[in-house]
């Protein structure tokens, strides 16, 4: 599922654990914040360190332009962001690189609760090696 040559496998390894676990008792059909507050419980019960709708600021050319809520920023490496939606486009994937590219991060996960069968793509930052 995961290969242990990227950079914090055995986190993002954990993160979707909690996020099976979340689909499995939940199944699809209800709306983001609910599996969002049942994936910050579960990260709870593993001990995970993690915020909640996370403000990152966003830079543009070295100045500040805005802000962006990520889902989660777990163990201050790996971004979050959750979807319920019936299957995940390419926009969605887009977005997520974006949000690392803003935050200067290198990896993120982009799970979906919203299909039958959870969904989920590790993102990283574009050039990384990791």
Do not use: W
Request: glycine share 8%.
């Amino acid at each position: 599922m995961i290969k242990e040559q990227y950079l914090h496998s055995e986190l993002t390894g954990k993160i979707i654990g909690c996020a099976i676990e979340v689909h499995k008792i939940l199944g699809n059909g209800f709306q983001e914040v609910i599996y969002q507050r049942a994936l910050a419980i579960e990260m709870a019960r593993q001990k995970l360190d993690f915020s909640r709708e996370h403000q990152m600021d966003i830079f543009y050319k070295g100045q500040q332009i805005g802000t962006r809520r990520v889902d989660f920023f777990v163990e201050r490496k790996v971004m979050v962001e959750l979807k319920a939606v019936i299957r995940l486009e390419d926009v969605h994937l887009a977005q997520a690189i974006n949000y690392l590219e803003a935050y200067g991060l290198e990896v993120g996960l982009l799970i979906n609760f919203g299909s039958r069968s959870l969904q989920f793509k590790r993102v990283m930052k574009p050039g990384s090696k990791s």
